[in-house]
Structures are given as structure tokens and as C-alpha cells.
């Protein structure tokens, strides 16, 4: 029987007791793991090392050796997303509509947890915690496959993660890691429909189109994100430039960060300037379309940059002839995720609310902001981009379906 299997199947055993834990019983293992990865936390990091080392080796861009690295910072900040995910509020039992008909039926909607949840994802250590601590607190069981560029990472965390479980008197089979690196048990993961429920993949484009076009196993998709800001006539110069800033630079290779920004011509000549400015001391490569090329000294756009995500220090910059422009350009290229609108003008950013149909729709805000705990989740399984079930950041209630509940009076139909 091959690892996969094998865990597969005590996964799914595990459950059963997931599904009926009090509140009180998850918090309490939540907390008991956050306790081991703080104990853990000089191991971790050592592993770690290892992983940041070989990514080095093999040449992977710094933006993704970001991801990839864990540090105290990092590490503090995985056993503070523990505690706010212990103080949400559980969804699991919550009725959310319940009606009594006439003939004393009483029908109930009820959340209940997705059962097992598998997550395929790329080289980020802390997903390893994040979905764990999320299916528990939502009653599910989880089965992890991480990037192999990571493993290392994983496996120091899923130890600690089990120890935590396994002194909270739970099953130690409520997480597994495939620690099998071959690329050819992902495929055979996304056809484990008798174990389980739900895939999420979190990754980049590859990976995603891979587990949507393979999988026979249900699919919450986390999309790629190709996020636009749109520069309004009436927009703040000295504004707009910070908050361009801090979506292309203060995290570049993740899924939130801003990869094309979009400029009203009649504002153009004020703010390219000082945006170059401020973007090259972050050492970013803008890339602009002929009249940006006009009007500053970078690099000429082609068709395939606005189709990119980049997940590094590199920016598309077009100006355009007006708001409709922009509109045009984002439904084009836009993957869905996050886009923003920087303006004074309200009517524009109703509009714009209005017309783009994306996952989150900002108004003079970082795209940077799509996130699980910026959003007051604690922690998210990844940012859906899909419409069915889930959008957005995908958090506790997320991970819950729902089943009805009839109480009756030994009641027939007639």
C-alpha cells in the first residue's frame, strides 16, 4: 500500500471524532499546538535552513526564497494566528435558516465540516500550520502535500503540529504530509474521491490549471493573481504613489501583490515621475507601455506582461485614455483576485464597484489587504477566485457545507 493510500485512509477514519469535538476541545488542541511550535521553533527554523539553502542553490528568484523562509518574525506570527483562530467564533453547528411548518415539521440549515480536506500547495511553510489549525477549528481533517522545496519546513512543522494533537488526547491522523516528493502522487491525489471531500490547491498558474484540469475530487480553486490598480484623473499623487508602493513591494511574490497599474493620461506626466522614483529605490523594473516609455526612461511593455504575474520586483505600467479604458483592460486580463481604484471622485468608485468582477474591489486601499487575517480570519486556506461556494479569502465558514435538519411528529406526507 502506497504512502499516499495509507494515510489517506486514516485520515479519513480520523473524521469521525473531528467532526463531533466541542469547541472547547478544539481551541484547547489549537493552543496545545501552538505551544509545541514554540517549543519547536529553534528546529524548525533549522530545517528550514536547509530548504533556503538548496532553493539558493538551484537559483529560484528571491521573491520566492521570501516565501520560502522562515524566521523568528515568522514564526511568532504562525503561533499568533493559533490564538486568533481560537477566539473565532466556531461555525460548526451554527443554524443560519430554520423554518416550522404547519404540520409541526421543524426544518433546520445547519453548518457542518467538509470532512477530509487536502491541500496541494508550493514552497510556503506556514500553509503547513495555517490549514491545519483552520480544518481543525472547522472539524475537518486535513492531508497536506507541500512543495518539495519545502519539505524540510513541513516536516519540522507537522511534528510539532502532531505532538500538539496527540497531547490534546486527539488523533494524530487528523493531519498527514505526504513526504513523498514524486510529482506523480499529485495526480493520483486528485483522484482519492473515497477519501476525499476537497481539494484546495495554492500555488501559481501550473499548478492550479493542473489540479482543475485533473482532478475528479471537488476543486476550491485559488486563482493566480494578476491584481490592477487603476490611477484615477482625480487621485492624490502623493498618495496614490505609497499605495503602489506597498503593493508591489512590501510582499512581491505573493498572490496579492499589484502586477499592472493602470494611468488616467491626464495625470500621467504628474505621477510617473515620482512613482519611477519611489519604485526604483526598491530596486523594482517597471515596464511601460509607448506613451509611459514617453513620458520616463524604463522598459517597453509587451502583450505578454499584462498577462503575467510576475511574484517578483517587476511592474506593467499603462496609461489610459479614460476610466472606460481601464475598465476594458482589467476584464481583459484580470484573474479575478484584487483590484483597486485610486480617486476622489465617488462616482468613479461606485463604478468601478460596480463593473469589476473580482474576489475583492478596493477603493483608494492596497491590494495587499486580501488576506485571511487582514480580513479578521486569523488564517485562510488560500484566496478563491471562484464564484460557487467560496470567494475570496477562504477562512472557518469556508471550510464548512451545511445539511439539513428535520424534526418532526412522526409525521407522513400525504
Known amino acids: 500500500m502506497s504512502e499516499l ?9 480520523a473524521t469521525d471524532i473531528l467532526k463531533t469535538l466541542t469547541t472547547k476541545e478544539k481551541n484547547h488542541a489549537i493552543l496545545k499546538i501552538s505551544e509545541e511550535i514554540e517549543k519547536n521553533s529553534e528546529f524548525i527554523l533549522k530545517e528550514n535552513k536547509k530548504d533556503v539553502k538548496l532553493a539558493e542553490e538551484k537559483g529560484l528568484k528571491k521573491a520566492l526564497i521570501d516565501r520560502l523562509e522562515l524566521n523568528e518574525k515568522r514564526i511568532n506570527g504562525m503561533i499568533e494566528a493559533c490564538k486568533t483562530v481560537v477566539n473565532l467564533k466556531d461555525p460548526v453547528g451554527e443554524i443560519y435558516d430554520s423554518f416550522l411548518r404547519e404540520d409541526g415539521l421543524r426544518i433546520s440549515k445547519v453548518r457542518v465540516p467538509i470532512g477530509v480536506v487536502g491541500i496541494i500547495y508550493e514552497s510556503r511553510p506556514n500553509v503547513t500550520l495555517e490549514a491545519t489549525i483552520l480544518a481543525l477549528k472547522s ?9 518539495s522545496d ?11 503540529i502532531k505532538e500538539g494533537l496527540r497531547k ?48 475528479t475530487v471537488p476543486v476550491l480553486e485559488t486563482g493566480v493573481g494578476i491584481c490592477h490598480i487603476y490611477v484615477d484623473e482625480s487621485a492624490n499623487i502623493e498618495r496614490s504613489v505609497k499605495i503602489i508602493d506597498n503593493a508591489k513591494t512590501q510582499r512581491p511574490g505573493t498572490c496579492n501583490t499589484v502586477e499592472t497599474v493602470l494611468i488616467h493620461k491626464n495625470i500621467s506626466k504628474k505621477i510617473l ?67 483597486s481604484i485610486l480617486t476622489e471622485n465617488y462616482f468613479n468608485a461606485m463604478k468601478f464597484i460596480e463593473q469589476i468582477d473580482s474576489a475583492a474591489v478596493y ?29 475570496g479569502p477562504v477562512g472557518l465558514k469556508e471550510l464548512t457545507t451545511y445539511k439539513y435538519i428535520i424534526f418532526g411528529n412522526y409525521n407522513v406526507r400525504e
Request: charged share 30%.
Open 168 to 215: 490534546s488526547n486527539l488523533p494524530e491522523t487528523a493531519i498527514e504530509i505526504i513526504e513523498n516528493t514524486d510529482r506523480r502522487l499529485v495526480d493520483e491525489m486528485l483522484k482519492l474521491n473515497e477519501y476525499i471531500d476537497l481539494i484546495i490547491p495554492r500555488g501559481g498558474k501550473g499548478l492550479i490549471d493542473f489540479v482543475v484540469k485533473n482532478s
Open 139 to 147: 472539524g475537518n481533517t486535513v492531508l497536506l502535500r507541500g512543495g
Open 273 to 339: 515621475p515620482e512613482l519611477k522614483s519611489a519604485l526604483e529605490r526598491k530596486s523594482v523594473e517597471i515596464r511601460g507601455c509607448e506613451k509611459t516609455v514617453d513620458i520616463i526612461n524604463v522598459k517597453n511593455a509587451t502583450e505578454e506582461d499584462w498577462a503575467t504575474e510576475y511574484l517578483d520586483l517587476i511592474l506593467s505600467i499603462k496609461i489610459v485614455e479614460n476610466f472606460n479604458e481601464a475598465i476594458e483592460h482589467i476584464k481583459k486580463y484580470s484573474t479575478g483576485h484584487s483590484e
Open 150 to 160: 519545502a519539505i524540510n519546513s513541513n516536516k519540522a512543522i507537522v511534528k510539532a
Open 363 to 391: 477603493v483608494n486601499a492596497s491590494t495587499r489587504f486580501t488576506d485571511g487575517g487582514e480580513f479578521g480570519m486569523g488564517a485562510e486556506m488560500g484566496i478563491s477566485t471562484q464564484k460557487m461556494h467560496a470567494r
Open 5 to 13: 493510500i495509507s494515510k489517506a485512509k486514516k485520515i479519513k477514519k
